[in-house]
């Protein structure tokens, strides 16, 4: 079993910053790709960023240019720096996983972090 626990959601005014991470535990070879996903009530969770264990990179364009993904393979850890936040950013977050292990591949979701961008 796989687990992602984030943290460093929460509020911030136009304009502001917020850093997520999402550390990954359990039994597994390989975790790839890792990336950040978003939802707001009412609609479908989208695609925020992604990145491959050779720190390959893929971004909504409604985020590129303010958001940077970054990764650390060695403590299976994924960040999400988001800058320049806009109030159509709030949203709730969700770190996601693509994990290869003894039961093959698999894919994980995190309990999501609630970021919230006030005008």
């Known amino acids: 079993q796989v687990q992602l626990v984030e943290s460093g959601g929460g509020s911030v005014q136009a304009g502001g910053s917020l850093r997520l991470s999402c550390a990954a535990s359990?039994?597994?070879?390989?975790?790839?790709?890792m990336g950040w996903y978003r939802q707001t009530p009412g609609k479908q969770r989208e695609l925020v960023a992604t990145?491959?264990?050779?720190?390959?990179?893929d971004y909504a364009d409604s985020v590129k240019d303010r958001f940077i993904i970054s990764r650390d393979n060695a403590k299976n850890t994924v960040f999400l720096q988001m800058n320049t936040l806009k109030p159509e950013d709030t949203a709730v977050y969700y770190c996601?996983?693509?994990?290869?292990?003894?039961?093959?591949?698999?894919?994980?979701w995190g309990q999501g972090t609630q970021v919230t961008v006030s005008s």
């Open positions: 359990g039994s597994f070879f390989m975790i790839n790709p």
């Open positions: 990145i491959t264990s050779g720190r390959a990179t």
């Open positions: 996601n996983a693509r994990v290869w292990s003894l039961r093959g591949e698999s894919e994980y």
